[in-house]
């Protein structure tokens, strides 16, 4: 047997863009079409397939307090049925080659994601143009979905880990959009009709602002003039820009919020504080300080002390959910509804050590080292490079980002890590969010 | 580059396969037992599943926080799944780093830790998994019908196992199944990823040669006699949603009947995907789809058929919106096999099938780690051969083989139909 001490590398992996195949200038083709669309392309021969993902400026922000689901309903009517295609025609030519697109909405966006056999490229394009530009939002589909939505709704609401999360929400975010779920309430999708959907259509689709990536077995420039061949011709004179995030107002004190979903067995936990946005500069100390927390390895810290030590729970681990606006940094769990209260103790107290006690300068090397050697394995897929630079445009990266990634990571101090932590970690703004039995 | 898959033993037993390719800087790696649910005796179901989890608990080389860290300061990843036939564990590395892999899984093939006290702090941990499975409706009723379909055969229970189980299982049981049943003889080694065959062959044998073979594993033989007549059970609990699932008894993935069932289950409920790391695509234009969400009887349908080395379910699972029920969508479905049973369907919808089987093959074979695991899963009940010709196999079905399946096993009489069915609902 060969078990004289384990190779753990003392140093941190050092790697350059061209000989490691991070995306970068040298290999992704940026194209921005006259009318405002923003194509990016990557090629990658060793797959015989092609993944497209983009996103455009139309989210839930738009959506009225009543109607609150707008744009997720908007987005999951497109593909029911177009002025060229009825909705099993849209389906029959997606899945009988073997290819997928969906929709969804966001606060903030529209995404949409697609993959097919490179000799399928054109079909995905033109069924996605189709559903983008020319939905008909026939009438009896629009009623499937909502019967769809309403399942969704009614499934969520006794999801002990999705009412929590929620819950968590209302407490962080009074009177603010991320207050809201994008898929809305019962109430307010019931109160959607045809008409909020062909209007919120018009008034939020368009070129402006929209992005698309393609990333598999074809020339990125043969993939950009495809896409110029379906898109170039879009506008939309009557396309609003979406509103943008009103001040966060910071809690008075420390909230707790319980909702209790009954025949449960398990509670889940959502605890923790407001975070910095992504574009923060101090974005990238919160995400290593994140790591030391509640994910390197088995779920960090909190993995060591809740699961490891106590047993106390399945998984327990920390967030950070950084995007446009201000994101959560939390800490979940799910738990046995009698250990509730002793796992947030013991958050509690590994929070106060966190921000008390710069993290270890092992800990710090350990996360970098963790950052730095997983980009590879996230890049391995064509979906994985196309939500790559997606990241790119969406927080305006730059093309250079993981070319950098290396400096930038190794860069960071001990004392970032806990400046950020105690500029975030405000235990009298703190928010606890529990669903269960 | 070697895009073929080299295939070896060692002299104590253990099976080895290779596959080279040089897509990107990684390695798969990838030990699977033959050893899951299926050997496990009322008393101590989940006992393979628990196993598992103690398999992360280190060994006296090599403590548990240290491996965690040298695989994570890698950017690794490395996990572990227990299934019906089999345990598999598998760590995705950097191409210049599979020595650690090696030596971990080599290691903790004979050394894994488990002791009275790592046990304890297990247990409730393994109950807190089992409690989060339990909020889901859907593990609720996949139980009872596991249950219901198998009176006889270990396929009765579900991996996790038994409440009564978890609470019950000692020390001495874990060790009893860890020592027999993770032995070389008893296990493959799937390795996947940009790396010289020949070098990697010699790894495999420095790490792997030393560690004795064991005696031959125990197998439990209780055959599942047929179902002398259709069962049914129900499931009641808080969710508004109802869920209809329909499970037939199918036959092994060994059977040569395995391969029309699967294009049945593609016409039926679309295509069914064999990766575990892509997912699949819509089936909106399968049968069932349009027969029962098109009617706006329910909101969705998939099917699934798993490949086993014994006897098995393919199941019909239904989400029936609130306001609906479930004994509308049964005759519906019933019409729907009646259809295939007495015609068999046009060639066009099956090459359509093996068209949506290719694709889905090719989006899974990005991954190095599906690579891999194709390699190891098809060994568990067959030959990796059998992963190989799969798309062939499928694309020999004919209409008439369907048309046979269909009458063959989806009868009522080998059939279980389950319904979680809400409380709520019935009040209002």
């Known amino acids: 047997m060969h078990q004289n001490s384990l190779n753990v590398s003392k140093t941190i992996p050092h790697f350059a863009g061209s000989q490691t195949g991070l995306p970068g200038p040298h290999d992704v083709v940026r194209k921005t079409l006259p009318n405002g669309v923003v194509v990016l392309a990557r090629a990658n021969f060793n797959s015989p397939s092609v993944v497209i993902s983009g996103y455009l400026s139309a989210g839930a922000i738009s959506d009225p307090d009543d109607k609150l689901g707008l744009a997720d309903f908007t987005a999951s009517a497109l593909m029911r049925g177009t002025e060229r295609r009825e909705f099993q025609a849209i389906y029959d030519a997606l899945e009988s080659s073997g290819a997928s697109l969906g929709f969804s909405a966001g606060v903030h966006s529209t995404r949409f994601g697609g993959k097919a056999l490179v000799e399928d490229l054109d079909l995905l394009l033109d069924i996605l143009k189709d559903c983008l530009e020319h939905p008909r939002f026939p009438p009896d589909q629009v009623e499937r979905v909502r019967a769809l939505l309403l399942a969704n709704l009614a499934i969520r609401a006794q999801d002990t880990a999705a009412m929590a999360s929620l819950a968590f929400d209302q407490i962080m975010y009074p009177d603010h959009p991320y207050s809201r779920p994008e898929d809305g309430f019962m109430e307010t999708v019931e109160r959607i009709d045809r008409e909020d959907l062909i209007r919120f259509h018009q008034d939020f689709y368009g070129p402006r602002g929209m992005v698309i990536v393609i990333v598999g077995g074809i020339e990125p420039e043969k993939a950009i003039e495809k896409v110029e061949r379906y898109f170039e011709d879009w506008i939309n004179p009557s396309q609003n820009t979406p509103d943008g995030l009103p001040e966060l107002k910071v809690l008075a004190e420390p909230t707790q919020k319980t909702i209790k979903i009954p025949g449960k067995s398990q509670a889940d936990i959502v605890m923790g504080f407001i975070g910095p946005k992504r574009k923060d500069p101090g974005y990238i100390a919160a995400a290593l300080a994140n790591n030391i927390l509640g994910q390197f390895g088995m779920y960090g810290r909190i993995g060591k002390v809740i699961r490891e030590r106590e047993g106390l729970a399945y998984y327990a681990y920390s967030n950070l959910q950084a995007g446009i606006g201000p994101g959560a940094w939390t800490i979940e769990a799910g738990v046995d509804p009698k250990n509730i209260d002793k796992v947030i103790e013991l958050s509690i107290n590994e929070l106060h050590k966190f921000t008390e006690e710069p993290v270890q300068e092992t800990e710090l090397e350990d996360s970098k080292s963790n950052f730095i050697g997983r980009l590879p394995l996230s890049l391995e897929s064509n979906s994985g490079v196309a939500s790559a630079l997606l990241n790119l445009e969406w927080y305006d990266l730059g093309l250079n980002y993981y070319l950098n990634y290396y400096e930038m990571i190794r860069s960071v101090t001990i004392e970032e890590l806990h400046e950020i932590t105690k500029q975030y970690m405000r235990f009298d703004q703190m928010g606890i969010a529990l669903a269960g039995p | ?428």
């Open chain 2, 1 to 428: 580059m070697n895009d073929a898959i080299t295939q070896f033993q060692l002299n104590n037993g253990l099976s080895v396969l290779l596959k080279e390719m040089h897509t990107s800087p990684l390695i798969s790696h990838w030990i699977w037992y033959r050893v899951g649910s299926r050997d496990e005796k009322p008393g101590v179901t989940g006992i393979s599943h628990w196993t598992e989890h103690m398999l992360f608990k280190g060994t006296p080389s090599f403590p548990a926080g240290e491996l965690d860290r040298a695989i994570s300061r890698l950017g690794g990843l490395w996990n572990a799944m227990t299934y019906l036939d089999w345990t598999a564990y598998f760590e995705v590395l950097p191409a210049d780093q599979s020595d650690l892999a090696l030596q971990l899984e080599a290691d903790r093939m004979r050394n894994a830790i488990i002791n009275e006290k790592e046990v304890e702090t297990e247990r409730t941990v393994i109950i807190s998994e089992r409690q989060g499975n339990e909020n889901d409706p859907l593990f609720l009723l996949q139980e009872e019908i596991q249950a219901a379909a198998f009176r006889v055969h270990p396929y009765h229970h579900v991996i996790i196992g038994d409440m009564a189980d978890l609470y019950s299982i000692q020390c001495q049981d874990l060790l009893y199944h860890y020592q027999t049943y993770y032995t070389p003889n008893n296990a493959v080694l799937a390795i996947a990823g940009d790396f010289d065959t020949n070098e990697m062959a010699a790894k495999v044998m420095k790490y792997f040669e030393e560690i004795p073979p064991g005696a031959a594993p125990p197998r439990l033989v209780r055959p599942e006699p047929e179902q002398p007549g259709e069962r049914r059970v129900m499931v009641e609990g808080p969710e508004e949603t109802t869920y209809l699932q329909i499970a037939y008894h199918t036959p092994s993935a060994n059977d040569p009947n395995f391969y029309p069932l699967s294009v049945l289950d593609s016409l039926l409920t679309g295509p069914s995907s064999l990766n575990l790391f892509s997912g699949g695509i819509s089936n909106k234009t399968s049968r069932l789809y349009r027969a029962l969400v098109e009617r706006e009887l329910a909101v969705g349908v998939s099917g699934g058929l798993s490949a086993t080395i014994d006897p098995y379910l393919y199941t019909i699972t239904v989400t029936v919106p609130p306001g609906k029920k479930a004994e509308q969508s049964l005759p519906v479905i019933d019409e729907e096999i009646a259809r295939l049973q007495e015609s068999p369907p046009q060639m066009e919808e099956l090459t359509r099938a093996v068209k949506q089987a290719r694709a889905l093959f090719a989006y899974g074979s990005e991954s190095i780690s599906n690579q891999a695991f194709w390699l190891g899963f098809s060994e568990m009940f067959a030959h990796y051969e059998w992963f190989e010709s799969y798309l062939n196999r499928l694309a020999e079905v004919t209409p008439q083989d369907i048309q046979r399946v269909a009458q063959t096993y989806l009868r009522p009489q080998n059939r279980v139909v389950g319904e979680y069915r809400s409380t709520v609902n019935q009040k209002g």
